[in-house]
């Protein structure tokens, strides 16, 4: 990704903070009526869910199909298989979305009309203490979605390349001093164990600016997008939707930063994931694949975000396939 592409105001994903005790769950779904809606789902259709987690959208979709509807169920992260329902109609695939085509084509199917995507960290990933996604809790520094890579954040911080770390914090966290702070991690990791949430947080207590929690959170989101492959993840299952979707098929995306919203809008609106530059010596010859249905991100209303403050930087985004 280039530096280009992510240079604007971003605004760090802000589902890191407890729920209240009456809204306790696995994953209380985001924008739940307004992304089902988005689908425009035929009762006999064939649907996506591209982050099953709690299950609260797939619910949903299922409740609109017919017996010959199907919805297909990706989740990278095995916890979210406890939350299936018996069902024969869903058919669950325990793999990142990023290899949505190849599982699909295992199971015969090449068309879809409808693709959901709620991206980012589930609540019962961020409340699990022993996952290290929160800065809430001690714990390993792990922050690995699918528990069968090998890649943790630990080991990020403690191998990366001093202009490595500086890149990841620039780019996915926004981070303010993320040179100083790439510089320390180098500078401490040898003599400072940082294996832990707290002891992470601790050894770079000194450099933190501003409030203690925003710069945690800028620099955890930093650090799990880079874990877990995020933006490369969401584009390839982007360009993967293109040919999944039949003409008319909608696909509808719940982002939780800018990062991701960013790339959504401009593949939706231009089919690339760059600002494109002008150049009057070139003509593009290939026109746009998609619609957009929704011409601003939708977001929460005030009742969603009192029900679930983890809400409130989601934005859902919603195009038809032409």
Known sequence: ???????????????????????????????????????????????????????????????????????????????????????????????????????????????????????????????????????????????????????????VVSKYSEEQLHKIFELYGEVTNSKTLARAIVNLRNNASMKTIRNFKNALNALVKGNPNKYFAQVFQALRIEVNDELGALKEMLEQATDLLKPGGRIAVITFHSLEDRIVKNFFKKGSFEDEQINPFTQSIAGPVFQAVTKKPITPDDKELKENPRSRSAKLRVAERL
């Open 1 to 155: 990704m280039s530096k280009q592409e992510i240079k604007y105001n971003q605004k760090t994903d802000t589902t890191d903070q407890p729920l209240s005790q009456a809204t306790e769950a696995y994953h209380l779904p985001v924008l739940l009526q307004e992304a089902i809606a988005g689908l425009n789902i035929l009762p006999d259709g064939i649907y996506v869910d591209c982050t099953f987690g709690g299950g609260g959208h797939s619910k949903e979709i299922l409740k609109r199909l017919n017996e010959r509807g199907k919805l297909f169920a990706f989740d990278q992260d095995a916890d979210a298989m406890k939350n299936l329902p018996a069902d024969k109609r869903i058919v669950f695939v325990s793999h990142n979305f990023r290899h949505l085509q190849r599982f699909l084509r295992l199971h015969k199917t090449t068309k879809v009309n409808g693709i959901l995507a709620d991206l980012g960290v589930s609540s019962h990933q961020f409340d699990e203490q022993g996952r290290g996604f929160s800065i809430r809790f001690d714990g390993d520094l792990d922050m690995r979605m699918d528990k069968r890579q090998s890649l943790t954040a630990f080991d």
